[in-house]
């Protein structure tokens, strides 16, 4: 079974509108960490946010927040504000257990429209 | 601070030939790890390290090995290459995860085809 699930492969938004990226992850862990990262076209990776599993308030980062909804694991990302610049591939990935280990999602490809 | 740095940036391998993927990083992080990234497939964990010493498989291990022998390098070896292993490759480093800092860093990548 996946560990990270991202359930949109491409998504298509109008400039200056509020996107939601969806990520649903499996755990049994108590301890774990949630990730957002972005890969624009020239290929680097780019941190965007983290979210532990005891934070109790959902994570922000300027016009980032992560959705943290533990009970039905769901991590989602929300950029509000799109911009063009907002085009890149998204992706989703969990840290848990005592290993440390770092799992990603396949992605979504978010294309901003003008 | 360099940060992660990944040697070469990109390699072309005939298939049986040996080589080994170099990251470095300077920031002291214990928690390193290599991924390989293919359309569609996302990133891909093929092995990782708690610290100099100690390292463990992930989802595709299978036809790459590892060593850690100081915290600042972790090599990456493809023993026989096949062009299966074309790919690119991403080194990422970061602290463990009961650190306050939860950033990986990741390097620029190494493109490798395997003909």
């Known amino acids: 079974a996946q560990k990270i699930t991202q359930t949109q492969p491409g998504m298509f938004v109008q400039e200056k509108e509020a996107v939601t990226l969806d990520c649903t992850y499996d755990t049994s862990d108590q301890s774990y960490g949630l990730f957002w990262y972005k890969q624009p076209s020239s290929g680097e990776m780019i941190f965007l946010i983290y979210q532990g599993s005891y934070d109790e308030q959902n994570a922000t980062e300027g016009r980032y927040s992560l959705n943290f909804q533990k009970a039905r694991k769901s991590a989602n990302l929300v950029i509000s504000a799109s911009q063009l610049g907002d085009s890149a591939m998204y992706f989703c990935a969990m840290r848990e257990g005592l290993d440390d280990k770092i799992i990603f999602g396949k992605g979504t490809r978010l294309h901003i429209l003008p | 601070n360099a940060g992660v740095t990944q040697t070469p940036k990109f390699q072309v391998l005939k298939t049986g030939q040996s080589m080994t993927l170099q990251c470095a990083q300077d920031?002291?992080?214990?928690?390193m790890s290599w991924y390989r990234q293919d359309p569609g497939m996302g990133l891909r964990l093929i092995h990782y390290?708690?610290?100099?010493?100690?390292?463990d498989q992930g989802e595709v291990p299978n036809g790459y090995n590892v060593s850690r022998s100081t915290t600042e390098d972790f090599p990456l070896r493809l023993l026989s290459a096949a062009p299966s292993q074309t790919s690119v490759y991403f080194c990422a480093s970061s602290y463990p995860g009961t650190s306050d800092i939860n950033e990986q860093f990741f390097g620029p990548g190494t493109r490798l085809t395997v003909l």
């Open positions: 390290s708690v610290g100099a010493g100690i390292t």
């Open positions: 920031m002291n992080h214990e928690y």
